[in-house]
């Protein structure tokens, strides 16, 4: 048909609204003009919403028939969603009526395991109620019960919007934020929206499964009913970062228990509590690691991993605070469990930090299943090695598959006391995602705590993804981030107050190598 001569308005049929209503919420809003009818395309103009197998997650088609009728086609809930948003992009400009001149089109994500990162403590996106913070690992929540679901559903509303399909979520479940409620009502959000939620959870650290409260899959919990399986550290609890300029501190409490690991009450333990997350959440996927903050020296442990190199890397104070041998063993257990009970999820293997180009366990870790998401972390120093060193051979050697990355600078972890969180990030965000594609990795993990309201963050987030492909408008450049003043700012992606102006955060300083 005429593509530049057709509109939709009046009285225009909906097919699928019922599988995919935030898509029908969203047409409402960009057009509240049209009389919007969810039901079949049946002699009227009408949109058909069609999740199609044969593309992949993510991915969209919108082909234009006569009528007019126009059919979305996307690969799973996200593809319909980011097809939707597209239309609504390319025929916005009056409320009444829907412009079909730029029709057809389609598009494909080029790295598909694009995630968001994120603390619940440290996650600011409802900017106008009490508790904000913007650092820590074992923080009690400061804010008002409320104010998890504040937050993130803003989150998820914006990764929606700019095809961000998985947000990692540090303390997902939480007594004083709504506990299992108001998890599940998140989950249900973000499913709806094509946003995975992936809870990140420590294999016998960081609470385990139920981050902090009374529940038997709490690890402070259950470790007081059973002292006898807590772990006999290695030495002192906590992590250094060589490209932080000031020590971080790690007192004491329930949020720095561990388990050990060789003790098979613990893994039993931890697979009978993934697979309860699993069947009673609408996850996206988990995010799991073997904790950061040290591991357990009991004589078990130690004759268990019988590996010199890898405890050699967690002498120094800015070393290894964690064993890769205990996640090659633990995490096939829990991988297993979790796709027992549902087999869409994203899992995703935290490598950990700053070991890719100096493997210590690669024996073991051929072990590691194939079909998890292995995410490679790299602190600043680190990364400068990387996207000069790295190739696709080495890559295609790896004993793991898929591979993402995921940056911990540009954000509160990296710099000196001066938070990278609202500086211009865009330019490092780019370089990973090219740096990804080239090299064969699958995907890139960011921090996402800071709210958009922000100039800065706004326009990182967006240049980083603006296609869903790693392509964005910014020029390259292995530079650190840029920063810049960030002061009030009128926003429509963001429903927050006005505030007063940050200080500009001024030239760069020098800071500690890693």
């Known amino acids: 048909m005429n593509a530049s001569s057709a509109w939709l308005f009046g009285t225009v049929a909906i097919e699928g609204a019922d599988r995919f209503p935030h898509a029908l919420r969203r047409l409402k809003e960009a057009f509240p003009g049209i009389d919007w009818r969810p039901g079949p ?31 979305v086609s996307g690969g799973r809930t996200s593809g319909v969603i980011y097809g939707v948003e597209e239309l609504i992009r390319r025929g916005a400009g009056a409320a009444g009526r829907l412009a079909l001149d730029r029709l057809p089109t389609e598009d494909a994500p080029g790295l598909p395991y694009r995630i968001w990162w994120t603390w619940d403590h440290s996650t600011n996106w409802e900017l ?66 094509g ?24 690890l402070a919990t259950w470790l007081k009913k059973n002292p006898q399986f807590s772990a006999k550290m290695e030495k002192g609890v906590g992590f250094q970062l060589a490209d932080l300029d000031f020590p971080l501190n790690f007192p004491a409490s329930d949020y720095t228990v561990r388990a050990c690991p060789s003790a098979p009450e613990t893994m039993e333990w931890m697979e009978e ?24 020296g009991c004589d078990r442990c130690v004759a268990r991993r019988a590996n010199e190199a890898e405890a050699a890397r967690r002498v120094d104070d800015h070393g290894d605070s964690w064993s890769h041998s205990d996640m090659a063993a633990d995490f096939p257990r829990l991988y297993r469990a979790a796709n027992a009970k549902r087999d869409d999820l994203w899992i995703v293997c935290e490598m950990q930090w700053d070991n890719l180009l100096d493997p210590v366990a690669s024996e073991v870790q051929k ?9 490679h972390t790299a602190n600043r120093s680190f990364w400068q090695r990387l996207r000069t060193e790295l190739t696709p051979e080495y890559v295609a050697g790896l004993p793991t598959e898929p591979n993402i990355f995921r940056c911990q600078f540009a954000c509160q972890w990296n710099g000196d006391d001066r938070t990278e969180r609202y500086f211009f990030n865009a330019r490092t965000f780019a370089d990973m995602a090219e740096v990804a ?15 958009p309201y922000q100039a800065t963050v706004e326009l990182s987030y967006l240049a980083s993804w603006a296609d869903g492909r790693g392509r964005t408008a910014s020029s390259p450049s292995p530079a650190r981030s840029t920063p810049i003043a960030t002061g009030p700012r009128s926003a429509a992606s963001s429903s927050a107050p006005r505030r007063s102006p940050r200080r500009s955060a001024g030239p760069a300083r020098p800071r500690g190598a890693g």
């Open 41 to 71: 395309v049946r002699g009227l103009p009408g949109v058909r919403l069609v999740a199609e197998p044969g593309l992949v997650e993510g991915a969209f088609k919108i082909a234009l028939d006569e009528g007019p009728r126009v059919t």
């Open 367 to 375: 072990k590691l299943p194939k079909g998890a998401i292995y995410q």
């Open 437 to 451: 594609a080239k090299v064969g990795f699958e995907g890139l993990t960011v921090w996402g705590e800071p709210s």
């Open 128 to 193: 106008s109620q009490v508790g904000v913070q913007e650092i820590g690992v074992f923080n009690p929540y400061g804010k008002p019960p409320g104010g998890f679901l504040a937050d993130y559903k803003r989150l998820v509303d914006f990764c929606s919007r700019n095809r961000i399909p998985a947000v990692t979520i540090f303390g997902f479940l939480r007594d004083s934020h709504g506990g299992i409620p108001a998890a599940q009502e998140l989950c249900r959000y973000g499913a709806e929206r």
């Open 273 to 296: 509590a993934v697979s309860w997350l699993a069947e009673t959440f609408e996850i996206g996927g988990i995010n799991i690691e073997s904790g950061d903050y040290g591991v357990c």
């Open 195 to 218: 946003v995975r939620i992936l809870p990140g959870i420590a294999i016998g650290a960081y609470g385990g499964v139920y981050w902090e409260g009374d529940h038997k899959y709490n």
